[in-house]
């Protein structure tokens, strides 16, 4: 015999009497390592030596829910995994791999809460009230602690690779809470000192609307929520803001406040624009007729608005050419006039306005031709009339006017 036949002959010898040995002694609970070698839907088979192959039912490969073997193993790798059960009569080696994992999975968890450890998962699943992740066990994040904001919907998160630190742990209860948002909530945290220190009183900057409330808007500055009052959108009064801005608008605004102890930033839309009265000298001109709104009436005249942030106050005698008690008399708020520029100081922010100036005076009343009482008429206005004469009383009818024509019939 060949020295090379006889070492062949050896070494098959040893293998078989491993084999052997592993029959014997092979038993439930026992941790055996083995190869991926198939994978059907619902398990996977095993080659670990033995007479033959184990299986993994899908339900041994992890601590959720899979729909498919081949989710979690692929043929060719390696898997560590616990004798469930062994039935020689039916060929049958049942493995668990969730058993080995969940083992080593509770001391490493433990491990990554005590040092707040941020890890990546994979979602496995989503489930009623949040989602689900395969840690060695089963990883719950419940849906508040999954995203800084709220989501509505997880329907695409599944596969998802997340960030998260164990929120809580209980392996008595087999128990396992992680979260997402502690992550994201001390990144912001971390980015917005960042960013509030780079940020410079009075400088401009250029930002995103976020959110709108009735207040004012939130404006994105570098990953870091600004506030922009409602007073502070536009130099024209603003309702709401929703009125003039939309979610996702692209906005410059002035930095007028930066608080890193409150952690508040406050910014304005409208001083980040020139100011109306910065050109209100270039625009209008004393003599100028423009048309405006009446925004407020007072006791003693009218706020007429005639460019966005521009008032000017038309005087009470300055309205209408009649005498009147109250501008209410002639006028409502929300009504468009014309008015005439009397004069313009910026400086000031004032401008004096006239209505009635934009219209005609009224004709004067007529004059009455019967002279009343007490009147006098000059005698050169008499010419030759010798039947008038004037007395302390005024005006006389002699009797010559009265009965001149009878008369005459005696002369």
Known sequence: MSEETKNGLEAAEAASQAELEQIVSLKKGDTVKGTIVKIEDNQAYVSIGYKYDGVIPIRELSSVHLDNAADVVQVGQEVETKVVSIDDDKERLVLSKRAIDSENAWEELLKKFESQETFEVTVADVVKGGIVADVGVRG????????????????DYKGRTLRVKVKEIDQENNKVILSQKDVLDEEFEANKLKVMGSLKEGEVIEGTVQRLTQFGAFVDVGGVDGLVHVSEIAWSHVDKPA????????????????????????????????????????????????????????????????????????????ISHKHIGTPHEVLKEGQTVQVKILEVNPGEKRVSLSIKETEDAPEPAPKSEKPGKGSSVRKE???????????????SITLGERFGDKLSKFK
Do not use: C, Y
């Not at 206005?381 to 005006?395: E, I, K």
């Open 140 to 155: 719950f994040i419940p849906a508040s602690m999954v995203e800084r904001h709220f989501v509505e919907d997880f329907s």
């Open 243 to 318: 009125d003039v801005l939309s979610e996702g608008d692209k906005v410059k605004v002035k930095v007028l406040k930066v608080d890193p102890e409150k952690g508040k930033i406050s910014l304005s839309i409208k001083a980040a624009t020139p100011g109306p009265w910065e050109t209100a000298a270039e625009n209008f001109k004393s003599g100028d007729i423009v048309s405006g709104e009446v925004k407020r009436l007072v006791a003693f005249g009218a706020f007429v608005e005639i460019a966005p942030g521009v008032e000017g106050l038309v005087h009470i005698s300055q």
């Open 381 to 395: 206005d008499l010419g030759d009339n010798p039947n008038v004469s004037l007395s302390n009383q005024g005006l």
